[in-house]
């Protein structure tokens, strides 16, 4: 006859195997979340050079609308529907900013979710006057100093704007001597820029990634940061007067891409402590490109997408367009002598 026998207990793991086991889980994490992390930024990046490519597409409609003719970085609009005159612009510009983004979006040719970037908080950098919306930043203030949702005033302008242009390519709007002098410029006016002027258009930028934090790109008055995400990226030098283009005398040469080895670039932990980057005679405005993606040099660091003018994109470190001069031979957006040339 059999006997019942009591069923043997499973053996149970002791103290030391369970923390072995606990120390591979812990150790196989930390191997893996790096790599998961860098796939995941590689991602962003990919669809931040999917944007572009929606936008390129957009422009291109714009440019056969438009006889060849590229569109302002920004202008002011006579009321608050978006009308406009480019050649008699309030210089008070009560009703904020037409920027290039809505040339785009507000005829159809794109959302204007297309200029946000996953890289980037929110997607992007929030208007200069961002209204009634909530895409408001903590610590923002409009052009009239107010630091909430308010019905004064509004930009015509993509919500979150991760991207900018080159301002040789995308004019500001200074196209009178009247409007130039009225706000500090000298006599030279913006132009606006013809497809065809542009020589080498595989090599030449026409937009790219603001840097990823607003505030670097933004104006400190007082404690409260005014968005500057309406302006393109001047990336020239001139000899005689600096960042300050609008000032050098309309015959005099010498427009460069700066000094070698580094063309006025700053380090990424120096950036990351300064503000102004749009609007600091110190500092040149080239800074305010993105150096948010993987890769990049060990000086700058990180990389950025860059779109060109024949619409292909590519993506690498700021200080690789300037050593390549690949921002254009020309201001071709401002009047008087524009090349571009070696340091004279």
Same mark, same amino acid.
């Given at each position: 006859?059999?006997?019942?026998?009591?069923?043997?207990?499973?053996?149970?793991?002791?103290?030391?195997?369970?923390?072995?086991?606990?120390?591979?889980?812990?150790?196989?994490?930390?191997?893996?979340?790096?790599?998961?992390?860098?796939?995941?930024?590689?991602?962003?990046?990919?669809?931040?050079?999917?944007?572009?490519?929606?936008?390129?597409?957009?422009?291109?409609?714009?440019?056969?609308?438009?006889?060849?003719?590229?569109?302002?970085?920004?202008?002011?609009?006579?009321?608050?529907?978006?009308?406009?005159?480019?050649?008699?612009?309030?210089?008070?510009?009560?009703?904020?900013?037409?920027?290039?983004?809505?040339?785009?979006?507000?005829?159809?040719?794109?959302?204007?979710?297309?200029?946000?970037?996953?890289?980037?908080?929110?997607?992007?950098?929030?208007?200069?006057?961002?209204?009634?919306?909530?895409?408001?930043?903590?610590?923002?203030?409009?052009?009239?100093?107010?630091?909430?949702?308010? &019905?004064? $005033?509004?930009?015509?302008?993509?919500?979150?704007? #991760? =991207? @900018? %242009?080159?301002? *040789?390519? +995308?004019?500001?709007?200074?196209?009178?001597?009247?409007?130039?002098?009225?706000?500090?410029?000298?006599?030279?006016?913006?132009?606006?820029?013809?497809?065809?002027?542009?020589?080498?258009?595989?090599?030449?930028?026409?937009?790219?990634?603001?840097?990823?934090?607003?505030?670097?790109?933004?104006?400190?008055?007082?404690?409260?940061?005014?968005?500057?995400?309406?302006?393109?990226?001047?990336?020239?030098?001139?000899?005689?007067?600096?960042?300050?283009?609008?000032?050098?005398?309309?015959?005099?040469?010498?427009?460069?891409?700066?000094?070698?080895?580094?063309?006025?670039?700053?380090?990424?932990?120096?950036?990351?402590?300064?503000?102004?980057?749009?609007?600091?005679?110190?500092?040149?405005?080239? &800074?305010? $490109?993105?150096?948010?993606?993987?890769?990049?040099? #060990? =000086? @700058? %660091?990180?990389? *950025?997408? +860059?779109?060109?003018?024949?619409?292909?994109?590519?993506?690498?470190?700021?200080?690789?367009?300037?050593?390549?001069?690949?921002?254009?031979?020309?201001?071709?957006?401002?009047?008087?002598?524009?090349?571009?040339?070696?340091?004279?």
């Amino acid at each position: 006859m059999f006997q019942n026998r009591p069923a043997r207990n499973p053996r149970a793991f002791t103290l030391i195997e369970l923390l072995i086991v606990i120390s591979i889980i812990a150790l196989l994490i930390g191997i893996l979340l790096p790599s998961l992390s860098a796939a995941r930024k590689q991602g962003q990046a990919v669809k931040c050079a999917a944007a572009m490519h929606d936008i390129s597409t957009a422009m291109s409609s714009y440019l056969a609308d438009w006889n060849g003719t590229y569109p302002p970085s920004y202008i002011y609009p006579s009321d608050t529907e978006a009308n406009y005159d480019f050649y008699a612009q309030n210089a008070a510009h009560p009703f904020g900013y037409i920027h290039w983004s809505w040339f785009l979006y507000s005829k159809g040719q794109v959302g204007d979710k297309a200029f946000q970037c996953p890289s980037y908080p929110r997607g992007g950098a929030p208007r200069t006057n961002p209204g009634q919306s909530d895409n408001w930043e903590t610590g923002q203030a409009d052009q009239n100093g107010a630091a909430g949702p308010n &019905n004064t $005033v509004e930009d015509a302008q993509a919500v979150r704007m #991760a =991207y @900018t %242009g080159n301002a *040789a390519i +995308f004019p500001r709007n200074k196209f009178t001597e009247e409007l130039s002098s009225a706000e500090g410029g000298g006599q030279r006016v913006n132009l606006f820029t013809q497809e065809t002027k542009i020589g080498d258009t595989g090599k030449t930028i026409l937009i790219t990634e603001f840097n990823d934090n607003w505030r670097n790109i933004g104006v400190d008055q007082g404690g409260s940061i005014l968005s500057k995400s309406h302006r393109s990226i001047n990336p020239f030098t001139h000899i005689g007067s600096g960042n300050d283009e609008y000032s050098a005398p309309p015959q005099a040469p010498g427009f460069t891409y700066g000094d070698a080895p580094y063309y006025g670039l700053l380090q990424k932990e120096q950036l990351d402590q300064t503000s102004g980057l749009m609007n600091n005679p110190g500092i040149a405005e080239i &800074n305010a $490109v993105g150096r948010h993606h993987p890769g990049g040099d #060990a =000086y @700058t %660091g990180g990389t *950025a997408n +860059f779109l060109y003018a024949d619409s292909h994109v590519e993506k690498k470190s700021v200080l690789q367009t300037m050593m390549n001069w690949e921002w254009g031979l020309y201001y071709y957006s401002l009047s008087g002598a524009n090349k571009v040339g070696p340091p004279w």
